[in-house]
């Protein structure tokens, strides 16, 4: 990730899981970059522990690598990847509890985790989901619900 910080892998192994605000930054970091890559087309983000790194002041960067999956399958991916990394930065483990996650996070990722791709929200519904914005705010773009 060159010099930026430590990878999330990194961070959790010499620090432990992340918690409270930490852990909300993350998700919230990751689905901000996630959804705006989405709505530019770019998808396959391949998200992951090694690819997510953390800046000294709380900021995340992500090395994203984009794949050749076609873009509905890669969208659908890359949510799952979303909710498999903060699941593990959560726990420390691949396959952790997501019953350690905040309530409202624990059933994004869930949503995330679904089995059927179809049945995954996209980046941007996750981000309304995370920036507590209502139904009502579904018109909006990604930029203005970043805006706020």
């Known amino acids: 990730m060159g010099g930026q910080g430590a990878t999330v892998a990194e961070f959790v192994r010499t620090s432990g899981p992340l918690r409270g605000a930490a852990l909300q930054r993350l998700a919230l ?39 050749a999956a076609a873009y509905e399958g890669a969208v659908a991916d890359d949510v799952r990847a979303w909710a498999d990394l903060v699941v593990f930065a959560a726990t420390g483990a691949r396959d952790g509890d997501p019953a350690v996650l905040p309530p409202a996070l624990r059933l994004a990722v869930a949503q995330c985790r679904r089995p059927d791709h179809e049945a995954r929200p996209r980046a941007a519904d996750l981000l309304r989901v995370l920036l507590g914005q209502s139904v009502a705010a579904a018109v909006a773009g990604v930029d203005d619900l970043l805006a706020c």
């Not at 996630?34 to 992500?62: D, K, N, T, W, Y």
């Open 29 to 67: 970091a990751c689905a901000a970059t996630m959804a705006r890559l989405h709505a530019r087309g770019m998808a396959g983000l391949r998200l992951s522990r090694e690819s997510v790194a953390l800046g000294a002041r709380g900021q995340v960067f992500i090395g994203w690598r984009p794949s």
